[in-house]
């Protein structure tokens, strides 16, 4: 398959084309940098902003999930809104809500007593805007990409998530060790934690800024009878000599339904309901492996294996490090494997790693309701091997393939409602990941990883059977 793509060589406007479309997906990627950048930030203040707040544990926990249930719900419209009024005008339409949460969040304390449900309608609102830009950014790339790179660009995404998740890493670091503690004055009057919110006015801007100068999707233009404007970047983003010609298939792919995007109740009563319900089963298997839960005892097992409080940087990076080998194999692979093999392999992988981590939790003692491997350096290096196992079968696999599958899998007359309720399958079962996890944790932390890898196992089966190759 890579043979038959590699033997013609490209011409040099097709080498510009590609270039074009690669600068094009890293900017559509700059909504899930945020969303990553987002996450990081919260991990390293939400202990101080339950101090400031007076908060409990589940109004803490609330706080935490209030970006989710954002996501959920920018995931959901997303869609639809971006088969209205186009996919470059919904993402610039993202920005502001990414600059809400950034620069009015850090001022919720300002509000006494409604500073905490403010600030949770700010973590709403920027939830709403990477929830949005998370489900709509894989479509445009699918739809400005040259077919033989699609796959490794609208891959991006994931990676885009990783690197979010480690700048922000970086920031917290240096802020923190800075002023003392997220809970510790910092300057201008705020906390550290204040400081570390406003920090995504960085990506935020970015956004605004590099969103306002990509183009129009050519499907999108094709749909509203802007033919010329769609030639014009298809030139650009394919370096065809006739996109012309790509224009008229476009057209004739739109004929079926007369160039009309079904709504969801269409979509569930016709003959694509079962792709659109393959695709939300996909995209909830790839929470159900545990990605949101895997970390919850990654510090005890370094800690366990030397890694002290001290040592905070070397393990962010050693993570980091496992998760960027594995997002860059899966972009460079996937259009050479395939996207249902890569995720079969991978989820493989999955599985077996936290098999491996169950059976740890499983053999080592229980102290204060917890596996205690410090005393087995056998079963900590185990754990600790799982651990880095399972990063690089999901980020090679169902981390960055789901979006490329979600991106290729739905024809165009249902592409943005289909991606809604995908992307929103996502946000949802996430959400019921981050919400049940701590009552199962305290429950069995064995039993909650052998839950994860009966899951990581349907995945598996799942996928081979029902998904078919892009």
């Known amino acids: 398959m890579s043979t038959s793509r590699t033997a013609v060589p490209l011409t040099e406007a097709q080498r510009r084309a590609r270039k074009y479309a690669t600068f094009l997906a890293l900017i559509a990627t700059l909504g899930p940098f945020f969303y990553g950048f987002e996450g990081m930030v919260l991990n390293a203040a939400i202990k101080a902003v339950g101090t400031t707040f007076h ?21 959901l419209g997303a869609g639809r809104i971006s088969d209205k009024i186009g996919r470059k005008t919904t993402l610039m339409w993202v920005g502001p809500f990414l600059l809400f949460e950034a620069l009015l969040g850090p001022l919720s304390p300002l509000l006494g007593g409604f500073g905490y449900p403010f600030l949770l309608l700010t973590r709403i609102v920027g939830g709403i805007g990477f929830g949005a830009a998370t489900t709509v950014a894989p479509g445009y790339v699918a739809e400005i990409a040259p077919a033989d790179i699609r796959g490794r660009l609208i891959g991006f995404r994931q990676l885009a998530i990783i690197l979010g998740l480690f700048f922000a890493g970086l920031i917290n670091m240096g802020v923190v060790r800075l002023t003392g503690g997220a ?95 393959v695709g939300m089963m996909i995209a909830a298997f790839q929470q159900l492996t545990g990605i949101n839960g895997v970390f919850f005892y990654s510090n005890s097992l370094f800690a366990a294996v030397g890694f002290n409080e001290s040592m905070a940087l070397q393990q962010t990076l050693l993570i980091t490090g496992f998760k960027i ?47 205690d491997v410090a005393d087995n350096p056998v079963l900590a290096f185990l754990a600790v091997a799982a651990l880095c196992t399972f990063l690089l079968g999901f980020t090679s696999s169902w981390g960055p393939i789901f979006s490329i ?55 598996v089966i799942f996928t081979a059977k029902y998904l078919k190759e892009t």
């Open 325 to 371: 080998v594995g997002v860059v194999s899966g972009i460079l692979l996937v259009d050479h494997v395939g996207r249902k093999r890569m995720l079969i392999y991978g989820g493989t992988l999955i599985f077996v790693s936290l098999g491996v981590v169950a059976t740890v939790f499983t053999l080592a003692p229980v102290v204060d309701g917890k596996p």
């Open 55 to 75: 908060l409990g544990p589940f109004l803490q926990g609330v706080a935490g999930a209030a970006g989710v249930i954002g996501g959920l719900i920018g995931a």
């Open 183 to 277: 809970a510790k004055p910092a300057f201008w009057g705020l906390q550290t934690w204040q400081v570390l919110f406003a920090c995504l006015i960085i990506p935020a801007l970015l956004f605004v800024i590099f969103t306002a100068q990509i183009p129009e999707s050519p499907r999108y233009l094709v749909s509203v009878g802007k033919t010329a404007e769609a030639e014009a970047v298809l030139a650009k983003v394919s370096g065809e000599d006739d996109p012309a010609a790509r224009v008229k298939a476009i057209a004739a792919s739109m004929e079926e339904t007369g160039g009309r995007k079904l709504s969801i109740g269409e979509i569930f009563s016709s003959k694509w309901r079962g792709l659109v319900l």
């Open 405 to 459: 599958v979600m991106g290729e899998m739905f024809p165009n007359s249902i592409r943005g409602g289909a991606m809604s309720m995908a992307s929103g399958a996502d946000f949802f079962v996430n959400f019921l990941v981050v919400l049940l996890f701590p009552f199962l944790i305290s429950w069995s932390p064995a039993g909650t990883y052998w839950i994860y890898c009966a899951f990581g196992v349907l995945a």
